[in-house]
């Protein structure tokens, strides 16, 4: 059992608009199927979401009565209690935060993987407590300007005032140990999906 | 004569450490000629680099005198003059900002590409007046977590009320038309060079 993410990114790096609509439907080529992502699903047993995430779909947005995970296990990474509705349909609420619903998904007995399909701040969750058995993306061909990153982002500006203090005071370099890039492909409209095993 | 770029990025979309220090440079195989910049350098018979990037290189840094363009025509993107020593070395300045400098490389009679060599604001400034042929980056396998990103970004964060907010008044669809994959390839380390040919 994998935990693993496959997720639709835009070239600067954005998983959804300003208003929460996926990177993925920037792209016309975008539709059921598309991209590997039937036959990703059809590895996962499982699914997670975030509260956030899934509260936009489940209650705000349309995903019922045209529940698009139907025969997967959900769980949502959340710490208030899910709607009661929810619990009726057999969707599961983790129980002590992203390490504590990593144990669920780890005694569950699932048959298969596990899709965490966001939203970021879900995704970050995972790959910070070493949880993310594989870091999948889309890179979608377009450039979004704003929205919602994958990665948490520190923005720094250069100048040369920042370059003389940096001589003086060298910042500690951040990078963390690489990834291992297991997979790549190309799909017919340029979109090229990037599978790396982070080092945990 | 094609205006292009060859920049390395880490996954989550930064050229550059806080202090200015390429992304390159947290890969330990990046060395002279690796990741395809031997071959690129070879197409390439001019460069452009911005102002604060040159300083930093030509006054603050080192590299004089193992003067790293030889036998390059230089370009810099700047509003100020160069340093005398700068023009008797045949480095030329910028006359107008970016669309005035793209005339001066498209009248100069160049026997080679021009590389947009950095910082990330000049190559933002060539995408901008739609002067890129190729946009090419090569994607290093590692989170930096700061510093100076590629693309200029806009960063938002995604709430309920963001999203019901979006629902009563949705913004406009922020994406640019779909970039063109024209190449890329995966090195042994595991990045990943990709080619946009950017629609303008």
């Known amino acids: 059992m994998l935990i693993r ?5 835009s070239l600067d790096g954005f998983v959804a608009t300003p208003d929460g609509l996926p990177a993925w439907d920037a792209m016309l ?5 598309s991209h590997g992502n039937d036959e990703f699903s059809a590895q996962c047993a499982a699914v997670v979401i975030g509260r ?5 779909g489940f209650e705000v947005g349309h995903w019922l009565p045209d529940w698009p995970y139907a025969g997967k296990q959900v769980y949502v990474l959340t710490s208030r209690p899910l709607p009661a509705k929810a ?3 057999g ?3 983790s ?8 144990e ?9 993987d596990v899709q965490v399909l966001g939203g970021a701040r879900t995704i970050q969750a995972f790959l910070e407590v070493g949880a993310l058995d594989r870091l999948g993306m889309v890179v979608l061909p377009v450039l979004l300007g704003k929205g919602i990153p994958l990665f948490p982002l520190e923005i720094a500006t250069f100048s040369r005032e920042t370059w003389e203090a940096s001589l003086a005071a060298p910042n500690e370099a951040a990078a963390r140990p690489p ?9 017919p409209d340029g979109a090229v999906e990037l599978v790396y095993r982070p080092e945990s």
């Open 5 to 9: 993410t496959h997720v639709g990114v």
């Open 29 to 33: 080529t975008f539709g059921p199927g």
């Open 52 to 56: 956030t995430s899934f509260d936009q």
């Open 87 to 89: 619990t009726e349909m």
């Open 91 to 93: 969707i599961v609420a």
């Open 95 to 102: 129980r002590g935060g992203p390490a504590g619903l990593v």
């Open 104 to 112: 669920q998904l780890r005694g569950a007995g699932l048959a298969g």
């Open 179 to 187: 990834l291992r890039l297991e997979d790549e492909r190309v799909f």
